[in-house]
């Protein structure tokens, strides 16, 4: 529960405590304390360092996301786990929910690399690259426009700061539009 009364699912406590400092306080039905226990140390900086430079990326079965990578202790430390190393791998937030709240686990074998199990047991392959269709796409876009000479100069002003001459304008409009 959190400070504000808010409920939350065991599930989600335990994915959020793999990389938090956390103090477990033990409540009887009336929330009166009955213990409270040390606080239990996140990943120490050069272990997540270690971890990062270790695991990349995301290490789900097909994920590439190096972004939001959180250490995820594979035997939880409330369990028991080491927060070490050899009990830890890089999962990104999305796939992080996946071990904790959606019924996946992941075992290393005894090379030391992680297979992910979905709800029913069987074991997440990776997935293939996206096709991307051909034609598409920024370069299909630069492609198709290369005769029109655009550069990065193309939409520049070319305005020196001068008072607008509005007869010259007018001038050029109608001579443009065949009048005179």
Avoid at 85 to 105: A, Q, W
Avoid at 111 to 117: N, V
Wanted: charged share 25%; proline share 3%; glycine share 10%.
């Amino acid at each position: 529960m959190l400070a504000d009364g808010t409920c939350v699912s065991a599930e989600t406590v335990r994915r959020l405590a793999c990389d938090c400092g956390v103090v477990r306080m033990t409540e009887n039905a009336n929330g009166t304390v009955l213990s409270v226990g040390r606080k239990t140390r996140s990943i120490p900086a050069p272990i997540k360092r270690a971890l990062l430079r270790r695991d990349a990326c995301c290490q789900f079965p097909g994920c590439s996301n190096h972004l939001y990578v959180e250490g995820h202790h594979i035997e939880h430390w409330a369990s028991g786990g080491e927060t070490a190393l050899h009990n830890l791998l890089g999962l990104c937030s999305f796939h992080h929910r996946f071990v904790h709240e959606y019924g996946y686990r992941v075992e290393l074998d005894e090379r030391q690399r992680a297979h992910f199990f979905d709800p029913r047991g069987r074991e997440t392959l990776d997935v293939p690259e996206r096709v991307e269709a051909p034609n598409l796409g920024w370069s299909a876009i630069r492609e198709a426009n290369t005769h029109l000479g655009i550069t990065t100069t193309t939409g520049a002003c070319d305005w020196d700061g001068e008072t607008v001459d509005y007869g010259a304008v007018i001038d050029d409009l109608v001579r443009v539009d065949g009048l005179q």
